[in-house]
């Protein structure tokens, strides 16, 4: 809980929830101050090029269990969200250490880098860098601020250049756990202390830009008008549709700019984010494209246009069997009552999926509330889920028997 406080006041917003944007001085901050917390646990502590926080605990084998999560935050968010699990992981290595406890996996602590997309970039850096998917083309890419995300990384101590070799050797991960808080309502409201994530929604989405005609706002008569952001309240709703049909679980518009922004001036250009997530890829693409045919109505009727831009995919996930399998029985052995649940937010972890088994452990998060200052979770709760992660990789170190003769990762 000390640990948990101390970072939260790394923020560039005190009293207004904790801001540490990925590549913004409180990042560096906050990497320093989790860098000597592994220290302290008795790891062997790196910064990859990615700048994602690495402590290395070896193992009677190289053979690699790894926990974590992401040290990022989004702006005036709470303290728990990504924190949580990164916190807990160095928890769980300092419980080791102190006990003198030696695992036949090499266990490896990381605080991921980037993940909530800072400035508009990607997201999702770091665990894209360690799994060795990144793409280089998203190094060029300007930000909402102008600036390319090689910029963003080599600002705070990264190696762009080496993003796309990976730090990790994936074929010597048998897995990777990550502990979060849920991000919504479920657990609370069913009064469970410990959800096993069976699944990781899957989100994709564009950028869309509706064009239409600036002119007065006085005396252009209604019905000779050339309204972008008319006929961006048309998507809104179609997008709000996607989900109420059914097409989707959950669909948002989250950002919308508007041009040129004057009372008197009917507007010519709007600027907005569309996103929707599904555990059911296949759904997400359908919504689309059923999306994309809304549009095209909605801007004849409008006497608009648009054009848009596709962003990342991040597919869906489905959570290892058998390390969901170690949870459950983490879960029991302590007797705090668990259950099966989906993720709609994303996670490092269905990155890292590309190259291992995964598994995530939920706790309850107070009302549903996350990426908020009023983001809470009980002292009881924290607990539980850091003893659930600790019971569950000495569960998963067992149960996932590496071969013998391999010699220990350094």
């Given at each position: ?371 908020s200052s009023l983001e809470h979770t009980s002292a009881l709760h924290l607990r539980g889920g850091a003893e659930v992660l600790a019971a569950a990789v000495i569960e998963a170190d067992a149960r996932i028997s590496p ?8």
């Amino acid at each position: 809980m000390e640990r948990l406080r101390e970072l939260s006041q790394i923020t560039s917003t005190p009293g207004r929830g904790v801001t540490r944007l990925a590549y913004s001085p409180e990042d560096i901050l906050g990497r320093r101050l989790v860098a000597q917390w592994m220290d302290e646990a008795g790891l062997a502590v790196r910064e990859d090029a990615a700048t994602n926080v690495i402590g290395v605990r070896p193992g009677r084998t190289d053979r690699i269990l790894m926990i974590g999560s992401h040290l990022d935050t989004v702006k005036q968010a709470g303290h728990l969200d990504g924190t949580y699990g990164a916190v807990a992981a160095i928890e769980v290595a300092d419980m080791l250490y102190r006990n003198q406890t030696t695992l036949e996996h090499t266990l490896v602590v990381v605080g991921f880098s980037n993940e909530e997309g800072a400035y508009g970039t990607p997201g999702m850096t770091g665990s894209h860098a360690l799994a060795g998917v990144f793409k280089p083309e998203w190094l060029e890419a300007e930000d909402h601020e102008g600036v390319t995300l090689a910029e963003r990384i080599r600002s705070t101590g990264g190696q762009p250049s080496d993003l796309t070799q990976p730090d990790i050797d994936g074929s010597l991960l048998d897995g990777f756990i990550e502990l979060h808080i849920e991000q919504g309502p479920v657990l609370e409201s069913a009064g469970v202390p410990i959800g096993i994530v069976q699944a990781i929604t899957g989100r994709d989405g564009f950028v869309l830009e509706l064009h239409g005609m600036a002119n007065h706002a006085g005396t252009t008569p209604m019905a000779d008008r050339h309204d972008a952001l008319v006929a961006a309240a048309h998507v809104v709703l179609a997008v709000e549709g996607l989900a109420d049909e059914g097409w989707v679980r959950v669909a948002t518009v989250g950002v919308m700019e508007v041009g040129p922004g004057s009372s008197n001036v009917i507007p010519d250009r709007v600027s907005m984010s569309i996103e929707v997530r599904d555990a059911d890829d296949a759904r997400v693409e359908a919504a689309l494209a059923e999306l994309l045919g809304r549009i095209e109505a909605i801007v004849d009727l409008t006497s608009t246009t648009y054009t848009y831009q596709r962003v990342p995919h991040v597919l869906a996930v489905a959570i290892n069997s058998l390390l969901a399998d170690c949870v459950a029985s983490a879960a029991d052995s302590l007797e705090l009552e668990s259950v099966p649940i989906e993720s709609g937010a994303g996670h490092d972890a269905q990155v890292i999926a590309n190259v291992a088994p995964i598994a995530m452990i939920f706790v309850p998060s107070s009302e549903g509330v996350s990426h908020s200052s009023l983001e809470h979770t009980s002292a009881l709760h924290l607990r539980g889920g850091a003893e659930v992660l600790a019971a569950a990789v000495i569960e998963a170190d067992a149960r996932i028997s590496p071969p013998p003769t391999m010699a220990a990762h350094g």
